[in-house]
Structure formats: structure tokens, C-alpha cells
């Protein structure tokens, strides 16, 4: 993209209206700005959103919920559970007090989910999971593992739940129900934005996407 096709002043407007969560179309009737151009600059905020990610450069530990959801195509009737077909896996990582982290997966299988875990988190950390089978053996791999049983109708025994990263799942799908569907080499970019969103949620987004702009020298 050319940076000086727009002048500051016009960025930092389609910036603000990223920032509020407004609509590209909408942002360029607002700004009388081609769509297109607005669609550019906010998939560029993507791109220096996804380049600045906060939890995943290095392993921590504390206290961790872990989950899995599906995303994209609407289930194919007489399918359910986490192997709906028409939909791509994507795994999640929270904090409990600090950040999300997500990645799309090709499956939820251990083979999968295990090397994000180690990546991650560091060994002796607290794991709240529900009870799918590739979550077996995290005890044995060094962490203080704990289970609710959904199977079973049990979301929550006492601390033990996952009720955080689920919040993170239903607020993401809320936000990406609005584009009618993504295509697969865009929803990666939508949901490290949404996980953005929801790690500086009662923050100033457009002072955080400014400083990070004026980083990769956007504006």
C-alpha cells in the first residue's frame, strides 16, 4: 500500500472508526473515503495487530483456562460437538487476570493442542479444562491439571471452570457474526482482532493501534 495516498489526518479518522468497531462501509460513508481504501487500512491495522500480539512470545505461568471452539460454516444438521463438519477449529488459551491467546488448529487432538500448551505455559501452572480427551495427561507433562465435566452438566465447581475463555469464544463469535461469513485466509486476521479487542477491552484502542501505527511507520 502506498502510506501517502491518504493524508494523517484521513487515517487517523479511519483509524478511530476501527477502533469503535464501525463497519468499513459505514466508516467510509462517514469519512466520504472509497470503501476499498477503508477495507485496506483497516486490514493493515490487522496486520500490525496480528505482528504485536501480546501472550504467546514467551511462556507463562499462573493460573490458565483452556477450550476449543469452531468458527466459520453453520453446522450441518445432525453434526455437532468438535467434529462438526464445515467449520475450522480454532484452540484458545486465557490467563485467568491477564490475556487470550488464540491459534487455528487442523484438529483438537493432542497431537495438536499439546506443543501450544507446553509453547506457552510453563510447567507447575494451574489448568482449567473441561473434560475432552486431549487434555489427558497434562498432569503428566508437569502441570496441576483441573476438570469441570460438561459431559456430565457440570460447568463450574467452585474455582474450577473455563467460564473466562468461553466469555472470550461468545463475545468473538458475537463480533464476526456481523460480516455474513470470512474466508479462510481472513479469519485468522478477525480472530487476533477480536483477541485485541478483548485484551484491552476498557482501554483507548485507537492510542494502542496509534503507537503500534506510528511503530511500523503507517502513519
Known sequence: MNNKALSTYKIKKIMHCFAEDIPASKAAQILGVNRNSVNKY???????????GGMGKVKESGKFELDESYFGAKRVRGKRGRGAAGKTPVFGLLKRN??????????????????????HILEDSAIHTDDWKAYDGLVLNGYDHYRVYHSHDEFARGKCHVNGVEAFWSFSKR???KFNGLADNKLYLHLKECEFRYNNRGKNLFQILWKLSRKHNIC
Open 175 to 177: 463480533r464476526l457474526a
Open 42 to 52: 483497516f486490514n493493515l491495522f490487522r496486520f500490525v495487530i496480528l505482528q504485536n
Open 98 to 119: 491477564g490475556d487470550v491467546y488464540v491459534e487455528i488448529v487442523e484438529n483438537c487432538s493432542k497431537a495438536q493442542l499439546m506443543p501450544i500448551i507446553q509453547g
